[in-house]
Each structure stands twice: as structure tokens, then as C-alpha cells.
């Protein structure tokens, strides 16, 4: 799904509600998938 | 995903190091790291006065929280620079207080504007970058701040993205005298200068940013500074992150081995002379030191424009 998005798992932290997951999980119905990016700049 | 090292749910997989781990091992392991990489390179000892530059952010805070994790006297310093657009500097300052505060941590705060009369954007008005002078404002603060406190060391969250990014430019550039200074730790090359380190160099953005969600600290993760928008480190992290998605492990691999082989840039460095500001009295390279310059030139337009 990150592929398809364009984003790499280098680049983000996911979160399921309070979970944070890693790039296997399987969301399921009613999942709210929070991408939470990691690089900063400046 | 399951952790190695217990067979609990993994929250990260770390694969350049092939390891998926749970909070806890998670949380064990990114100390044993910071640890690792204060021992490595001499950054600090048992018994230094610590102050931690802190923006607000994922990394200085998490930084900050190893610090204290580890057992080091740390104290942070919070730089108002500021920055009004999106709240930037009130939300970031607020986050830092609120971590102090909830450790019982000392937060020293140095509000640019209201010692010097000027806050960043307003200082950046001629040739220079907004983030040019920014770093001029945050080095000259940093360590006036930590040598009127007495500390021995200054501290960054500068992570391994940061350090890999900053290499992957200056070797572009072939910038040898950059090459040369860059490393997780600089020398004071004066009496009034503390040394800086980089306690986080061996771990990712995405180790700190999950370091820092696990030990549920409240940094500012929804807002990027407004200036930092098209920033050429952003280029380099993606163009790096690209790489490490099809070779794990290479941005740590490229950051180590150059700190490995980095004396062959040690003649490309200058010798600094000893010279002191004449207007603030800290080290400059020339009569007056780039941060007074910057007052100076802006106090010259203010008056300009009264006129």
C-alpha cells in the first residue's frame, strides 16, 4: 500500500488507533491507518 | 510481525539490522545505541553538564528523554526564534515547557526578540536564507546560553538521516573542508566555545519518531517549520530513503564508514585562529562575529525605515 502511494516505510511511522504497526499489517474493517512522517527538513 | 527477540507484536521493523521488535526491546535497544554512540566517539562522560538544544520536535525531545533514561544531567534550552506563521514557535515552545514540566526537567528559554529586538524573519531580510540565518541565531545562542550555565557539552538531536543527508550533499558538492568538520562530535577551538555532539547519528528519523510515539512524548509531529518547505536536506533524505528501500542498511553503512575514513579530509580544514568577537566577545572569525553582523545590519534597515 506504501508503494502504491508513493511513500517509503523509511520515511513513515503507522498507526492503527494507539498501535503502532509495521508494514505487514492487514487493515481491517473499520481500521483508521494514520501515516505519521518521520523526515523533517530545514 | 512479531519481535525477535520475544515473540511479542513487533511495532518496528528495523531492516538494516534485520529485527523486528516489540516496544520494549524497542525502547532497550535505542539507548544501548545512544550509549554506543556516546562511547564511540567520546561524546560525553558520566559527569558532564549536558544542555540539549531543544526545538519541540521528535528528535531533540527524544534525545532529551534518553539522556535523562541513560542517567546524564541534562538540561534543554528552548530558542524563540520567533516564528508566528502557523503558531510555529508558540506551539513548538509550548510542547518543550510541557515535557519539562512532566519530567521535572529544567527548560531554560532564550526569547530572540526580546533580547535582541528581532526575531528571525525579520533578521533574514537581505542576501541570506531564512534557514542561513536561522543556524547563524542557533549556534551563537546555544553557546552563549551553555557558557553562561557552566555546562561542558552542548547537545543536537541531529539523527542519522541528518548526518547521512548533510554527507550526501557535501560529497556532491565535493565540499572538502565541510567533509572535514562534519562528525558526531566538534571540538571547541576555543575557550569560549563547548563542544557539540550528536548522541542519536547511529539511529534513524524513523527510530527516533518511533522512540518517541512509544514513550509517549508529545512532540510537534503535524507541523514542519514554514520555512523549511522545499529545503534541499528534504531531497537528500528522500533520495537516501529511496536507496535504503532497496538496500537496507546503506544509509548507516555510508555515515560509519566515512567517520572511518574522514581523516584523509583533515587537511582540507583550515586552522582557526583565536580571534573574539568586539561587539558580544564570543569566538569569530573576523572583527565581529556573523550573529552580531546579521543585529547590525538589521538595526541599520530599521533605522533606515524610521527615516
Same mark, same amino acid.
Given at each position: ?12 511511522? $503507522?498507526?492503527?488507533? !494507539? ?18 512522517? /518521520?523526515? &523533517?527538513?530545514? | ?26 525502547? @532497550? ?17 558520566? &559527569? ?38 502557523? !503558531? ?7 510542547? $518543550?515547557?510541557?515535557? $519539562? ?27 541570506? @536564507?531564512?534557514?542561513?540565518? #536561522? ?7 546555544? !553557546? ?5 550555565? &557552566? ?7 541531529? !539523527? ?30 576555543? %575557550? ?32 514542519? #517549520? %514554514? ?11 528522500? /533520495? ?36 573574539? #568577537?568586539? &561587539? ?6 573576523? @572583527?565581529? #562575529? ?12 530599521? @533605522?533606515?525605515?524610521?527615516?
Amino acid at each position: 500500500m506504501l508503494a502504491m502511494l508513493g511513500v517509503s516505510r523509511e520515511s513513515v511511522v $503507522a498507526r492503527v488507533g !494507539n498501535r503502532l504497526v509495521t508494514e505487514d499489517y492487514r487493515l481491517r474493517d473499520g481500521d483508521v491507518l494514520e501515516l505519521i512522517h /518521520a523526515i &523533517s527538513g530545514g | 510481525m512479531r519481535c525477535t527477540k520475544c515473540g511479542r507484536r513487533a511495532v518496528i521493523n528495523l531492516r538494516a539490522h534485520r529485527l523486528a521488535l516489540c516496544e520494549r526491546h524497542f525502547v @532497550e535497544r535505542f539507548l544501548e545505541v545512544v550509549e554506543r554512540a556516546i562511547r564511540r566517539y567520546s561524546l560525553m562522560s558520566r &559527569s558532564s553538564r549536558v544542555l540539549v538544544a531543544v526545538s519541540g520536535g521528535k528528535d531533540s525531545l527524544a534525545l532529551w528523554d534518553a539522556l535523562t533514561e541513560l542517567g546524564y544531567r541534562a538540561d534543554g534550552l528552548y530558542i524563540d526564534l520567533g516564528i508566528r506563521r502557523q !503558531n510555529y514557535s508558540r506551539i513548538s515552545k509550548e510542547k $518543550a515547557e510541557a515535557f $519539562a514540566e512532566q519530567r521535572g526537567l529544567r527548560l531554560r528559554v532564550f526569547n530572540l526578540k526580546e533580547e535582541h529586538g528581532f526575531a528571525v524573519p525579520e533578521l533574514r531580510r537581505g542576501s541570506r @536564507e531564512v534557514c542561513s540565518v #536561522c543556524g547563524i541565531v542557533k549556534r551563537h545562542v546555544m !553557546n552563549r546560553v551553555a557558557l553562561e550555565g &557552566s555546562y561542558h557539552v552542548l547537545a543536537t538531536g541531529h !539523527n542519522l538521516d541528518d548526518e547521512a543527508s548533510v554527507l550526501l550533499s557535501n560529497l556532491l558538492r565535493w565540499n572538502l573542508e565541510l567533509l572535514a568538520r562534519q562528525g558526531p562530535r566538534a571540538e571547541a577551538w576555543h %575557550p569560549k566555545l563547548l563542544p557539540k555532539v550528536k548522541p542519536l547519528c547511529l539511529l534513524t528519523e524513523k527510530e527516533t519518531a518511533t522512540y518517541a510515539l512509544v514513550r509517549g512524548i508529545d512532540y510537534v509531529y503535524e507541523l514542519e #517549520c %514554514p520555512f523549511s518547505a522545499g529545503a534541499t536536506s528534504i531531497a537528500m533524505k528522500e /533520495a537516501l530513503n529511496r536507496i535504503e528501500e532497496h538496500s537496507p542498511g546503506t544509509k548507516l553503512y555510508f555515515y560509519t564508514q566515512f567517520l572511518r575514513h574522514r581523516s584523509a579530509f583533515a587537511g582540507e580544514r583550515p586552522s582557526a585562529e583565536a580571534v573574539e #568577537c568586539k &561587539s558580544c566577545g564570543l569566538p569569530a572569525s573576523g @572583527e565581529v #562575529c556573523s550573529f552580531c553582523r546579521l543585529l547590525l545590519k538589521s538595526r541599520l534597515r530599521g @533605522e533606515k525605515g524610521d527615516n
